[in-house]
């Protein structure tokens, strides 16, 4: 049974810096499209960024673009999320997720696309 955990996430002042890894044990997922996801209190969930099978493509939300970036390590079986110049507005629990599809499939960053999700990871921006 393959699982996702996501993992990095804490507490960090405005203008700071994460990274979140998203690590997928149990299948070999070098095919497999990864996205990112973050659903603040109260707000549904939103697609931050995506990165295609063979890591060749990337898409990411208007609201990220230029602060966040997406890269793979398919030797290690993870993802990562480098997140820089963090706003208050970036505070929300950061999901990975899965996806088979072709990249056409999941570029709208629509989290009805995807199948399997980790757990999540707290990310909080506050000064």
């Known amino acids: 049974q393959f699982q996702l955990v996501e993992s990095g996430g804490g507490l960090v002042q405005p203008g700071g810096s994460l990274r979140l890894s998203c690590t997928a044990s149990g299948f070999s997922w070098e095919h497999w499209n990864i996205g990112w996801f973050r659903q603040a209190p109260g707000k549904e969930r939103e697609g931050v960024s995506c990165i295609s099978g063979s890591g060749s493509s990337t898409v990411y939300a208007d609201s990220v673009k230029g602060r966040f970036t997406i890269s793979r390590d398919d030797a290690k079986n993870t993802v990562y999320l480098q997140m820089n110049n963090l706003k208050p507005e970036d505070t929300a629990i950061y999901y990975c997720?899965?996806?088979?599809?072709?990249?056409?499939?999941?570029?709208?960053?629509?989290?009805?696309?995807?199948?399997?999700w980790g757990q999540g990871t707290q990310v909080t921006v506050s000064s």
């Open positions: 997720a899965e996806s088979l599809g072709n990249w056409d499939s999941v570029v709208s960053l629509q989290a009805a696309d995807f199948g399997s």
